[in-house]
Structures are given as C-alpha cells and as structure tokens.
C-alpha cells in the first residue's frame, strides 16, 4: 500500500533526513514525493543548482521504472526509497517490471540519434548524478548525488 | 486557436509566431502532451511556420518535453518552417548541451535575437 513521505530528521547531528514509500503512476503524487524531497535537500543547504540536479535524476527515474519498466503494468506502483544527509542524497527506485540492461541503451547524443524523441532519461541521470547503479536484474536503480565543494 | 485551458500563450506578430509556457515546470506527460499538441496545431495551420518558443517562464523541464520539442522540429521542417527557442535558464540550457540538441535547435539568448534571426 502506497503512503505519502513523511521525511523526519534522524536523531543524528548533523540532520538526516530519509522516506520509503510506494508511488503509482499520478503525476500529482510524483510532483509530492519530489518535493518532499527536495524540501530536504533544501533543509540540509544544497544549493539550486544541487536541487535542480536531484529533482531532475529522481523524477526521471521514477518515469523510466513507471513508463519502461511497468509498461505493461499500468497500475503497479513503484518502490522509493532516499535518504539525505549534509553530504550525500541517495536514491533508490525500484520497479516490478522485468528490468533492462543498461548497457544496451544506445547514445541519444548519436548523430543518427538525436532526432528521436526518446531515450535521454538515463543520459541525464548520469550526467547530474555521482553515481547510477542498476542492479543485475536491471529494475531498481540507485542514484548518489555527493554534494560538491563550494 | 489555444482553449481557455490552454499551457501556452501564444501571439501572432509579423509573421511569427510567438508562445511562451504557462507553466514553470514542464515535467507532468499529460501537460507535454497537451503543450506539443497545442504547438504542432499552430504549426499545422501555417504555410511556412515560423515559431519562437520562450523558455522565460520555466523552471525545469523532462526528457519528456524534449522529446516534445523534437518532434516540433521535425514538424517545422516537414513544412519547410524555422523555429527559435529563447530566454533558456542555465541550468536548463546545461540539460540541452548535455544530451548535444544545443545542436540540434537555434538557441538565442534573448527573444529579440530570436525574431531577428528569422529569414
């Protein structure tokens, strides 16, 4: 069962901040869950650039695992779950689909490519993120994004 | 012409074209789907298109919407038409050079440079 994030600070210091929840495909629930957050990641300091970075990665990984990996499974919602602290924002999203191989997603950036109008989400994702793993079935991915020195 | 629900506005001024969007991030599939049906009707009802598109107003924006975008240029060019885009914010001007369709589209710094560059 699905359920909006509460993201409450650890009893850590510095703060950290973390959520886990079920998401289907609404766009007023994904526009929720990101702003959740990226309310945190404000809380703990990033800057705009740093939250426009995190909110770009995660909402394109939430679509990817609702739109390829659950193409066929409209109603299937997918896993999140993050956590924040001053340094790193780490993203997990996890969908029931049957998983890819990232490895076989060609360069959109390709000549012969870049009139299609697809294809450019994980190329983001890897671009903003510090790091992006898919795990051996290829239907949940993690992403770290490491807060750069000023 | 766009409905009273319409995501964009949109005037016609010497020839061009001109839309801007009403929403400051362009990232739901139903709003992008909508905003390149609104545009490629513009489009269609034009001999030779030429459109400036305005980017002042928006925040972030998806792979979803540059898929839109692409899919206008190809209509333009089917009809033999010139688009512009303008007033890019950086961090969504960096989203363009990334995936290299800095390339594929005119990027003008400002709208006046834009209509300028129409032929």
């Known amino acids: 069962m699905s359920h909006n994030p509460q993201p409450r600070p650890g009893a850590q210091d510095p703060p950290t901040y973390s959520a886990s929840f079920s998401l289907s495909d609404d766009h007023t629930r994904i526009h929720a869950a990101s702003n959740d957050l990226l309310k945190a990641v404000a809380d703990l300091g990033y800057n705009t650039a740093s939250q426009f970075a995190i909110r770009l990665a995660f909402e394109e990984a939430i679509l990817n695992g609702l739109r390829h990996g659950h193409k066929a499974l409209t109603s299937t919602p997918v896993q999140i779950e993050w956590q924040a602290d001053q340094n790193t924002i780490t993203m997990n999203i996890t969908d029931q689909g049957p998983g890819f191989d990232p490895k076989g997603v060609p360069d959109p950036t390709d000549p012969d490519r870049i009139e299609l109008p697809s294809g450019r989400g994980l190329l983001l994702m890897r671009a903003y993120m510090s790091t992006v793993e898919y795990n051996d079935k290829g239907n949940s991915v993690r992403l770290v994004y490491t807060r750069p020195s000023d | ?119």
């Open chain 2, 1 to 119: 012409m766009p409905s009273a629900q319409s995501r964009l506005r949109v005037r016609k001024e010497q020839g061009i074209t001109r839309v801007e969007f009403i929403d400051r991030n362009i990232l739901d599939e139903a709003n992008i789907q909508q905003i390149g049906d609104e545009i490629i009707s513009l489009i269609l009802n034009d001999d030779t298109p030429k459109l400036l598109i305005s980017f002042a107003n928006v925040d972030h924006l998806s792979s979803a919407a540059l898929g839109t975008l692409i899919t206008i240029h190809k209509k333009i060019e089917g009809k033999s038409g010139q688009l512009r885009l303008a007033n890019i914010d950086p961090q969504i001007h960096e989203v363009f050079v990334i995936t290299k369709l800095n390339m594929l589209f005119q990027i003008h710094d400002t709208e006046d440079d834009a209509i300028a560059s129409f032929t």
